[in-house]
């Protein structure tokens, strides 16, 4: 596989699922609310070093803005910016990264919403200029009010696609994992709120969804 492929991200199979929770360690209070382990914590971190490589090679002797999409995408973020500040530290190049923040919302219980909310500031002219590593989830309609403010570059980096149709892969430059169609929580990743205590990325059961449900 060519370098460009291995950015379309670790592909898991419709049918994998998932590890036995008896498996991990997970918050018990939880226990009847999760399926199985999708995606364990240790391999969502190696995972998203090799994107903070991928991200080191691209950009070169580019400084680079991060415009990290709140609620969902912190921990990949901070994750991320770390990788790279470390792998800057271990060798002779060293990219300059600033984050801000944006929240988006999308979302009602486990459905996506035709409308996309932009939560905050819409006044993004401190793009303007900038090389941007965006890790967000919601790719489309962000992006296009990203490139009003006539940014010099915009890469998006995501943990997860969904194998849906007219998926988003082809708005991703760095993709973590690609997935199937599942409704997934934890690593900050939120059902109404609950799950985001969880480090690893779970499948929610049925009994977790009317829990939970508003």
């Known amino acids: 596989m060519d370098n460009g492929g291995m950015k379309r991200g670790i592909v898991i199979k419709d049918e994998w699922p998932g590890y036995s929770l008896d498996l991990f360690a997970y918050p018990e ?3 009847e609310d999760i399926e199985s382990v999708y995606i364990p914590h240790g391999v969502i971190m190696n995972r998203i070093e090799r994107l903070a ?3 080191m090679d691209d950009f070169g002797d580019n400084n680079i803005m991060v415009l990290c999409v709140l ?5 990949f973020c901070a994750d991320l910016v770390e990788f ?3 792998l800057g530290r271990n060798s002779n190049k060293y990219l300059e990264t600033r984050v801000e923040f944006i929240r988006l919302k999308s979302y009602l219980n486990d459905q ?3 409308e996309l909310h932009i939560i905050g500031s819409r006044d993004l002219s401190f793009l303007r200029g900038k090389a941007i590593v965006d890790t967000g989830k919601t790719m489309k ?3 296009k009010h990203v490139e009003t403010f006539e940014p010099k570059m915009v890469k998006v980096a995501g943990l997860l696609v969904k194998r849906v149709p007219n998926m988003a892969e082809s708005l991703t430059d760095y993709v973590g994992f690609e997935i199937p169609n599942h409704f997934v929580v934890g690593y900050a990743l939120d059902y ?3 799950f985001r205590d969880l480090n690893h990325i779970c499948v929610i059961s049925k009994s977790g969804k009317m ?3 508003v």
């Open 29 to 31: 209070h939880y226990h």
């Open 53 to 55: 490589r991928y991200i």
């Open 71 to 75: 609620k969902g995408g912190y921990k």
């Open 84 to 86: 790279i500040k470390i």
């Open 112 to 114: 996506s919403t035709e």
């Open 141 to 143: 309609a962000l992006l």
């Open 192 to 194: 109404n709120e609950y």
């Open 211 to 213: 829990k939970y449900k």
